[in-house]
Nanobody
Framework: QVQLVESGGGLVQAGGSLRVSCGAS????????MGWFRQAPGKEREFVAA????????YYADSVKGRFTISRDNAKNTVYLQMNTLKPEDTAVYYC???????????????WGQGTQVTVSS
């Protein structure tokens, strides 16, 4: 079992930066691919970024490539999402997830956090 808790969301102006974190409990954290997804009101949950268990491979949605960076610290059981040059369309609830499957799909993830709100004002 892995329990995930996100933190670091908030309100930021367009063009600004924010870092969200996800702390995990459980000894097997380091074996999981970790992903970030987001869900805006009235929209489906969408893939944002993912990182392999070693941290050596990262994946990004086209909409955030070059602006967001995912990283992890297995010693701290934490995954991060650094978000730069934020846009109003980045506004959503951001969820972290742990899984073993294909990293860009919701179905690949077995464990989910409760989400943290990120709001970007124009």
């Amino acid at each position: 079992q892995v329990q995930l808790v996100e933190s670091g969301g908030g309100l930021v102006q367009a063009g600004g930066s924010l870092r969200v974190s996800c702390g995990a409990s459980g000894r097997t954290f380091s074996t999981y691919t970790m992903g970030w997804f987001r869900q805006a009101p009235g929209k489906e949950r969408e893939f944002v970024a993912a990182i392999s268990w070693t941290g050596g491979t990262t994946y990004y949605a086209d909409s955030v490539k070059g602006r967001f960076t995912i990283s992890r610290d297995n010693a701290k059981n934490t995954v991060y999402l650094q978000m730069n040059t934020l846009k109003p369309e980045d506004t959503a609830v951001y969820y972290c997830a742990a899984g073993l499957g294909v990293p860009r799909t919701v179905r690949a993830y077995d464990y989910w956090g409760q989400g943290t709100q990120v709001t970007v004002s124009s």
